[in-house]
């Protein structure tokens, strides 16, 4: 798990040297043979290449160790000194490999990350294979440093390696990545006595040391040298300024220990157990229940509402907890509290012992609807003031209401990860899927509202997974529908048009099998675009033809007129000019009839359009006449342009330059510029 190894969010982060005289205490100190190790391995040849050869892939430095020993604060501090000394002007990029709950994070979300770090948006459904090579393709060329936390196997960190030599990767993981060459594992044990003691110093006073400091050297063996361990048995200390070091020596010598706990274990499970046993009964709950937090990342919010305290009650506790060395803070306004991965399974193991499964359920549906109500605060705040929106908002507490969308879209980008993992969760659950769809739904309008369904779109293609897999374990066929139709629009949208084929279909099964018209009609339609997208033009306008039926039999207009010009294209594109001039004519009737002109002026420019590849260029000359009219009635002035060259352009064919030079020069002063003109011109006579 990754580690908190000692860092409070205090000035502390690691223990090893003595601190210098009359200057404020260093961040980090401590492991400095093992900095030195790690600086040296930079430079020496891996163990797979010849001396002299420069390596054709990244270098991987691997820290290993077990949970609680320090090896994420050591990562830390190494790249702080490499960016500051070795000029990794592309990093550092960040990765953790594991999920709080102890689960290989899939590459296909690990690639992602970091892409959204260097600005690379990745296409919406992309694979773990196509990711990984879009971030090497990313990476090329670049001198970048890139931290990959508590990585499970080597088959995690290999698809992430850069195939530049000049980017580094710097791994931790709690035993060997066995399967990348080159690889020389900086292995971490406890910490030395002196250095342990000085932590302990640190964080409690010299004086209390002074005291008795043989009983200081063995209350950190008692820790076993771990820093996680003396950094939470020292905020135990800090809280009790009146209790002695023999105190919480002879407290941890007392405590029992787990039978399948190693040998290894046990020290930080004994420092976790006093520090929690010691807490009063309402905190312990709170801090058991943080197991629940989504991602390991909790907030007041996320608190209050897993305990069912108030806000300010919960943001005190969780405050404690960082002074404990239980929980770590970013230090913000709002700040947003990290569960140290070391703490995350001995949390979950105490909060199945001690709590009961149906409080632990109802805890964690009182999370994910306070989270579902954020999320509608969050997108109501962007709706005009006096809406309907706006008005249920004002009836929420204050608490969960947002200052402007300033805050509002600030808030969803800092919890964007816990938020997702919500989503997840809620859907691997099983058994709160109402819950499920509402927060999905939730999660969806707030991205789309705030980032705009284009940058959202990788986030969304995600959750509409997570809707379609509640509708098929329940069996909601409209769902199941609505969230085929989504995926495959995405697809669509990025290349992958047999994937949406397929979507497209079984959207289609759902929707006759929830006789729901609208998604039946709707999959219909874009079964047609897709067959147009491939080319199969045929099948393309037997779709088409299909959901125009369906349209035709319900009386909707707008359309009806729609699917009549998706025709017109379709059989123009095949080359069938009569059934494409038909079909344009029809929709320019309809929406005439609807008075959209705009729309008519369109279908009328497509009819001439065809009956000038028909080979009828008076027709065409006719007609484009009248599409002129009412574009020029609809205030469309690049219509209006567009036609008046292609009337131009069709002059000149018919032997009439003179007319020719009028209409070309009416587009250029339509346009104003030539250089747009021109791009107009191309775009008219394109087919």
Not at 342 to 354: E, I, K
Not at 414 to 440: F, K
Not at 464 to 472: K, P, Q, R
Not at 512 to 535: C, F, H, I, N
Request: proline share 6%.
């Amino acid at each position: 798990m990754t580690d908190q190894a000692v860092d409070t969010s205090g000035p502390v982060e690691a223990a090893g040297t003595e601190e210098p005289s009359g200057a404020a205490p260093p961040r980090f100190f401590g492991r400095e043979r093992e900095l030195k190790a790690l600086r040296a391995d930079i430079e020496r040849a891996g163990l797979d290449t010849l001396a002299g050869r420069k390596a054709a892939r990244a270098r991987v430095l691997l820290i290993a160790g077990r949970p609680g020993s320090g090896r994420t604060a050591l990562a830390d501090e190494l790249t702080r000194r490499l960016l500051s000394t070795d000029g990794y002007a592309d990093g550092p990029l960040r990765a953790r490999l594991t999920d709080p709950g102890g689960a290989p994070v899939p590459t296909e979300r690990t690639a992602r990350e970091l892409l959204d770090q260097l600005g690379v948006t990745g296409p919406p459904g992309a694979d773990g294979d196509e990711l990984s090579e879009l971030l090497r393709e990313a990476l090329a060329g670049r001198r970048t440093l890139l931290l990959l936390d508590d990585a499970v196997d080597a088959e995690q960190v290999d698809p992430l390696l850069p195939d530049d030599p000049d980017c580094l990767v710097v791994a931790t993981s709690e035993g060997p990545l066995t399967g990348i060459p080159g690889v020389r594992p900086c292995t971490l044990g406890g910490l030395d006595a002196g250095s342990a003691v000085r932590l302990l110093a640190r964080l409690i006073g010299q004086v209390r040391i002074t005291v008795d400091p043989r009983t200081a050297e063995t209350l950190a063996e008692e820790c076993g040298g771990l820093p996680a361990a003396l950094v939470m048995v020292g905020g135990w200390l800090a809280a009790r300024p009146m209790a002695s070091v023999a105190d919480v020596t002879k407290q941890l010598r007392e405590l029992p220990d787990e039978p399948e706990q190693s040998n290894g274990a046990r020290p930080l499970a004994r420092a976790f157990r006093l520090v929690h046993d010691s807490l009063p009964a309402t905190a312990a709950r709170i801090l058991r229940l943080l197991a629940l937090a989504p991602a390991g990342l909790a907030d007041a919010h996320t608190a209050s509402a897993l305990a069912g305290c108030s806000v300010s009650a919960a943001r005190s506790t969780l405050d404690d907890f960082v002074a404990l060395g239980l929980l770590r803070t970013d230090g913000a306004d709002e700040p947003q509290y990290e569960v140290p991965g070391c703490l995350a399974p001995l949390l979950g193991a105490l909060l199945g012992a001690r709590d009961r499964p149906t409080e632990i359920q109802l805890a964690r549906a009182r999370m994910l609807e306070r989270t579902v109500r954020l999320l509608q605060s969050c997108r109501a705040v962007t709706d005009p003031e006096g809406s309907p929106a706006r008005r249920k908002l004002a009836g929420l507490p204050r608490s969960l209401r947002f200052s402007g969308p300033d805050a509002a879209a600030a808030w969803l980008r800092m919890r964007r990860p816990a938020l997702l993992a919500s989503a997840r969760i809620a859907v691997e659950d099983g058994e709160l899927d109402t819950l499920a769809r509402r927060l999905v739904a939730a999660l969806v309008r707030a991205l789309a509202v705030h980032q705009g369904t284009e940058a959202a779109a990788p986030d969304l293609y995600g959750l509409h997974g997570l809707v379609l897999a509640v509708a098929e374990r329940r069996d909601l066929p409209r769902e199941r529908a609505a969230a085929l139709l989504n995926l495959a629009d995405l697809d669509a949208r990025t290349g992958r048009t047999r994937e949406a084929l397929a979507r497209y279909r079984a959207a289609l099964d759902a929707g006759r099998a929830a006789k729901d018209p609208y998604a039946t009609g709707r999959a219909m339609e874009s079964v047609g675009g897709a067959y147009a997208e491939l080319g199969d033009f045929q099948r393309a306008s037997d779709w088409y033809g299909r959901a125009l039926a369906q349209r035709l039999t319900q009386g909707e207009r707008a359309d009806e007129a729609r699917l009549y010009g998706r025709l017109g294209a379709v059989h123009t594109y095949a080359g069938r000019y009569g059934e494409a001039l038909r079909n344009w004519r029809a929709a320019a009737a309809g929406y005439r009839r609807l008075g959209d002109v705009p729309a008519q002026a369109r279908a009328l420019s497509e009819a001439a359009r065809v009956q000038e590849y028909a080979g009828r260029p008076r027709e065409s000359l006719h007609t484009c006449q009248e599409a002129v009219q009412w574009a020029r009635r609809a205030g469309d002035v690049r219509l209006q342009a567009a036609l008046e060259l292609r009337l131009a352009d069709t002059l000149e064919r018919l032997g009439d330059p003179a007319a020719a030079r009028l209409h070309r020069g009416l587009a250029d002063r339509l346009l104003g510029e030539k250089g747009a003109t021109c791009e107009i011109r191309s775009a008219v006579t394109e087919k």
